[in-house]
């Protein structure tokens, strides 16, 4: 089991731009593969996007592609949503999650592919 822990959400305007991290503690972190999920009031929760163990391969959902930059650091546990040009719909609570992947180069877009999660961070864009 990894340990993970978002930091970086908060209040910005439309337009703005947040850093998202996740930091993982607990295991090797350099053989998992790693997603931020977010959940929006009265929806489910979503995927929107994805990094490989390796950092080589990275995937999007449709609507933040573009916008969104998903990173990871393996010297420091830690991987990155970059989010820029945000609007009123990415207000959700942002979750990290992780798994661990024999395959350097997969990344993983479904929740029930991850067993590893963090506790959430508010992002709130206002219009």
């Known amino acids: 089991q990894v340990q993970l822990v978002e930091s970086g959400g908060g209040l910005v305007q439309a337009g703005g731009s947040l850093r998202l991290s996740c930091a993982a503690s607990g295991r090797t972190f350099d053989r998992y593969a790693m997603g931020w999920f977010r959940q929006a009031p009265g929806k489910e929760r979503e995927f929107v996007a994805a990094?490989?163990?390796?950092?080589?391969?990275?995937f999007y959902t449709d609507s933040v592609k573009g916008r969104f930059t998903i990173s990871r650091d393996i010297g420091k546990d830690t991987v990155y949503l970059q989010m820029n040009s945000l609007n009123p719909e990415d207000t959700a609570v942002y979750y990290c999650a992780a798994r661990r992947s024999y395959y350097s180069d997969r990344y993983f877009d479904s929740a029930s592919e991850y067993d590893n999660w963090g506790q959430g961070t508010q992002v709130t864009v206002s219009s």
């Open positions: 990094i490989s163990w390796s950092g080589g391969n990275t």
